[in-house]
């Protein structure tokens, strides 16, 4: 079982964060930036209401200044464009015009609107020459446009008459202006400031995904590699990806798949393995089974051959009995691999009596001491005195013996030492068969007790295989120990009969 | 041979030709009269009509088991003696019913030779099968 990937350690946790700071961050450079500009708004405001107010009163100023040379224009016989050279303009003005209550113009700083028609406002009512009013906000038409007068009604002597005052129109707006020009250039720095800034925040947010998306997606390229060794059947190697996100338990799943899909093949390679072993163990069986009735033909005839038919010359009785006995070894020969083979592959059924392991192997070697004297083999047999009994098939587990002591002699042509021993150990009865012989490589050691493996020239290599079936019927084991040119120990080991009751 | 004792009389049944007159060739040699025949349903014909002192069968008669068709012989000549040569294979012994089998291997009358068999073993064993019968 995979652990769960941690939230932090993961791609899809590490991207969320990453997210999430990115944009606490832009709220709080927003608000920053905000606050900041907030303080600069409200200096740039206390400063523009100052310029404001400076301008009407420098407005103020100038008025005052006008009138007063208004005054001076009605009192005198200069006229203001002749004045107005050595008195300086008030800077808010344009132009000054006197006109009588008609509209008549006696007097301007502007030459050509003398005696001319202008537009000015009814006489005021209440009048009087020490009582003052309001200027009066009117239009004036000069050079084609339409300019704003402040008409102020004077009463002389002479009659009413009007001081027009025309603006410097641009004065104040033009203050008024620049304010609102350094207000929106302060806005547009803002918002360069905070354009700049949360670009600057998306640019280092979109580094760092870019950074841990390389980081998360370079590993899959080795899985897509790994993945496309493993659909050409290479099984033998592990994707070394140690990482604690969802491509570390990708990685540790893919190795998983590729372990359990390599001991599947190996199950299926052993079954096939064994399939075939069955079929083959069946053709032999089979094989086995159809050798025997031409055996018996054989074994018959030779037989009534030899008693019936033998010379009666002596010498020549001799050849013939020499021949017919080599047949018969021969056919003794062939019954016993016939029996190995069908022995094989059949069922147990096991005579279950108790056994005595001592007299059996005695037996055994009583049955082999001819053909070991005749090979020069020294046998010796060993027991301690105590009961050796097992549960068991004596037939089956005689041919056990005798399977092994037949092995010890062929394995010592020129003579040796064949030890056998019976004795009780750990509740068990174990018996030991060595032989000081050509030995078994260790490459073949391990095979010896499959079936149809043999060392021999000849033979099915089916002996140690069907002992070792008899020993397991029989709840043994059976081990081997070898070393070549120095022997061979084969360790037989069954459980005491009635060591359960 | 010996003319004042019956000789005793064997059928053998055997669907090969060359190992039907080997037992044929072996036990008239050995001074037994002998009837031979390859098919099963032809032996019980024969036992039928004639009396046999044993009755030597193969395992594996024309396809039919030869343990069934020792069974049958048994029934029809309850004197004889049945003697079958087994191949060895279980699977010859695993045809018919679990019970006729085992009655069969109970029988005094019955008895087994595994292939290949000695002629010694063989005479050995008709001769005691025939002597009891005497």
Known sequence: MIDRVKLLSSFRGRLMLLLTSFLLLTIVLVLVLDRWAQKRATAELVRQNQQVKSAFNTSFGDFAQAVSLGLQSLSSDDYLYEVIGHVEMPSTLKDIIVADETGLVKDSTLRELIQQQIKVPPPPAGITETQSIDPVESEVEIEGGLIKTYDIPILTQKGLHWIVLVMQQDAIINQIDAAQVALAESNRQLSNYRLGGTTGLLLFALGIAVVIGWRFTKPIEELAGAAQRVASGDLDFRVGINRRDEVGQLATTFNEMIAGLKAKLELEERLNLSERAAAIGRLTQTIAHEI??????????????????????????????????????????????????????????????????????????????????????????EQDNESANVIGDAERLKSCL???????????PVGGRLSARVRRLDG??????????????????????????????SGFGLGLAVTKKIVEEHHGSIDVQSQINQGTTFTLRFPVAGADS | MKTGIRRHRVLVVDETKN??????????????EVTTTQDGDHALLLTRENHFDLILTDDKTNGTCG???????????????????????????????PAEIEAALNGARFGFLEKPVDRMVLLKVVENATWRLK
């Open chain 1, 428 to 457: 068990q009865v174990e018996v030991t068969i060595s032989d000081t012989g050509v030995g078994i490589s260790p490459e073949s050691v391990n095979k010896i007790f499959e079936p149809y493996f043999s060392t021999k020239k």
């Open chain 2, 67 to 97: 343990l069934m068709l020792a069974i049958e012989l048994g029934k029809q000549s309850p004197s004889a003696f049945i003697l079958t040569i087994i191949t060895g294979s279980d699977k010859t012994l695993t045809h018919g019913s």
């Open chain 1, 292 to 381: 025997r009735n031409p055996l018996n033909v054989i074994n018959l005839s030779v037989d009534q051959a030899s008693a019936k038919y033998a010379p009666e010359d002596e010498s020549r009785r001799k050849q013939f009995t020499r021949l017919l006995s080599s047949v018969k070894d021969e056919i003794a020969r062939l019954r016993h691999m016939v029996n190995d083979v069908l022995n094989y592959g059949r069922p147990a059924h096991l005579a279950v009596e108790s056994v005595d392991v001592r007299r059996l192997l005695e037996e055994t070697i009583q049955l082999i001491r001819p053909q070991a004297d005749e090979q020069n083999v020294e046998v010796t047999f």
């Open chain 2, 19 to 32: 190992q039907r007159e080997l037992y044929r060739l072996i036990l008239e040699d050995a001074g037994y």
């Open chain 1, 402 to 412: 005798s399977n092994l002591t037949i092995n010890a002699l062929q394995a010592m």
